[in-house]
């Protein structure tokens, strides 16, 4: 996990609100990537940015928002829009060759009242 | 399309025998695969990772894992297990040759070491 922060640990939400995750990373590292664990289904990739100011979509990106201002920092908004967001939520980052490892933090669970 | 299958959701094993947790995969081009462990309530912990050259790959913590390309397999292994490496373990790819940079990820296996 190191090098990689994510908060907060845990985070408690009511049905229609918004909320935001913070991911930061330390590792000058220059991709980011946004993952969502649920028991039993792996992980899927919800966004992932490869510079600043640029991100794409990945497999589950419906309900989710990000901005990728600082190569620091990759920030998860789960909207209101997000049908079932309760979930383990994980932040990762590499840097860009395609054979790079990607590292994660310790994740945020998120749980919806 | 690239997948991966982990088709043991539970390994059981008594401590200091040998462990093996499976993984087959599915990509167009050649593979890039990664294996990874997962505490409870923690992050991923990157193990090996195999890219090319010899089919056995050294990593972390002394577990190894055997690229297999005509049985498309990339097994985790590890000679003497202990209650320590009872965690959650995941196998990942990413192909080569497509233009996509993510990682697919199996479902995982909750390996247990039995005292």
């Known amino acids: 996990d190191g090098g990689i922060t994510q908060s907060p640990k845990y985070l408690f939400r009511k049905e229609g609100q918004n909320v935001t995750l913070s991911c930061e990373q330390n590792?000058?590292?220059?991709?980011m990537y946004w993952y969502r664990q649920d028991p039993g289904q792996g992980l899927r990739l919800i966004y992932y940015?490869?510079?600043?100011?640029?991100?794409q979509k990945g497999d589950i990106a419906e309900g989710y928002s990000v901005s990728r201002e600082k190569k620091e920092s990759f920030p998860l908004t789960v909207t209101s829009a997000q049908k079932n967001p309760t979930a383990f939520y994980l932040c990762?980052?590499?840097?860009?060759?395609?054979?790079?490892?990607?590292?994660f933090g310790p994740g945020t669970r998120l749980t919806v009242l | 399309a690239q997948s991966v299958a982990q088709p043991e959701d539970q390994v059981n094993v008594a401590e200091g025998n040998p462990l093996t947790v499976k993984c087959t995969y599915s990509?167009?081009?050649?593979?890039?695969l990664f294996w990874y462990v997962q505490y409870p309530n923690r992050g991923l912990q990157f193990l090996l990772k195999?890219?090319?050259?010899?089919?056995l790959v050294k990593g972390s913590y002394g577990f190894e894992a055997e690229f297999n390309k005509s049985q498309t397999s990339f097994h985790l292994k590890k000679p003497s297990a202990l209650v320590s490496d009872s965690a959650l373990y995941f196998c990942?790819?990413?192909?080569?040759?497509?233009?996509?940079?993510?990682?697919?990820f199996g479902s995982g296996t909750q390996l247990t070491v039995l005292p």
């Open positions: 990762a980052s590499s840097k860009a060759g395609r054979t790079d490892t990607q590292y």
């Open positions: 590792l000058n590292h220059d991709a």
């Open positions: 940015s490869q510079i600043v100011n640029d991100f």
């Open positions: 990509v167009s081009g050649n593979p890039y």
């Open positions: 195999y890219i090319t050259g010899d089919n």
């Open positions: 990942a790819v990413r192909d080569i040759s497509g233009s996509a940079r993510q990682l697919t």
